[in-house]
Antibody, heavy 119, light 111 residues
């Protein structure tokens, strides 16, 4: 079970931090990711982190602006979003991988949290 | 890695088979021998759900009528007998390397 929070209406150039609270599984046994979707459009994987946080990956569209992190003691995943752009407007999903690394499928998805970047 | 799905729209008849193609711009075979290719279904108004991972492994709870096949750069998702509940948008995604990338999606609708 994954529950995202932190979505909001924010101005371009500002920052926002998304959180994802996990339950029902051993959090530190699995990699985690963030996937976003503009309503009516396709899916975009934007960031992932391995089980221990040692390896992280980003989409080119957010590289250098977004930072993924996790707190295994708190069963939580985070996405720090800086220098937000209008094109970052989307629903952001937190996902759980089927393995410790980022090569398996994403078998648990949250309901999503909405980020709107607008002046 | 660029993922290309076809068709983008697929009208189906309940009880009939259906298939979706997914092609990658480079091989998705990992050094372990697995194909790092997943299939997802997003039903209307819902979050996506995992159907198939590592090319051909059905996720927990996924009906046997769904199967994944292929290797290298060419993959196929097959539904042996379509049911009304199978409508939605199907996505393939490569998990060989980051950034992971999705196909454009295939919208499956009942005729």
């Amino acid at each position: 079970h994954l529950v995202e929070s932190g979505g909001a209406l924010v101005q371009p150039g500002k920052s926002l931090r998304l959180s994802c609270s996990a339950s029902g599984f051993r959090f530190d046994d699995f990699a985690m990711s963030w996937v976003r979707q503009v309503p009516g459009k396709g899916l975009e994987w934007i960031s992932g982190i391995t089980w221990n946080g040692a390896n992280r990956g980003y989409a080119d569209s957010v590289q250098g602006r977004f930072t993924i992190a996790r707190d295994n003691d708190q069963n939580s995943l985070f996405l720090q979003m800086d220098s937000l752009r209008v094109e970052d407007t989307a629903i952001y999903f937190c996902t759980k991988d089927t393995s410790v690394g980022l090569r398996g499928g994403m078998d648990v998805w949250g309901q999503g949290t909405t980020v709107i970047v607008s002046s | 890695i660029v993922m290309t799905q076809s068709p983008l729209s697929l009208p189906v008849t309940p009880g009939e088979p259906a298939s979706i193609s997914c092609k990658s711009s480079q091989s998705l075979v990992h050094s372990s021998g697995y194909n790092c290719l997943d299939w997802y279904l997003q039903k209307p108004g819902q979050s996506p759900q995992l159907l198939i991972y590592l090319g051909s492994t059905r996720a927990a709870g996924v009906p046997e009528r769904f199967s994944g096949s292929g290797s290298g750069t060419d993959f196929t998702l097959k539904i042996s007998r379509v049911e009304a509940d199978d409508v939605g948008i199907y996505y393939c995604m490569q998990a060989l390397e980051t950034p992971r990338t999705f196909g454009q999606g295939t919208k499956v609708e009942i005729k």
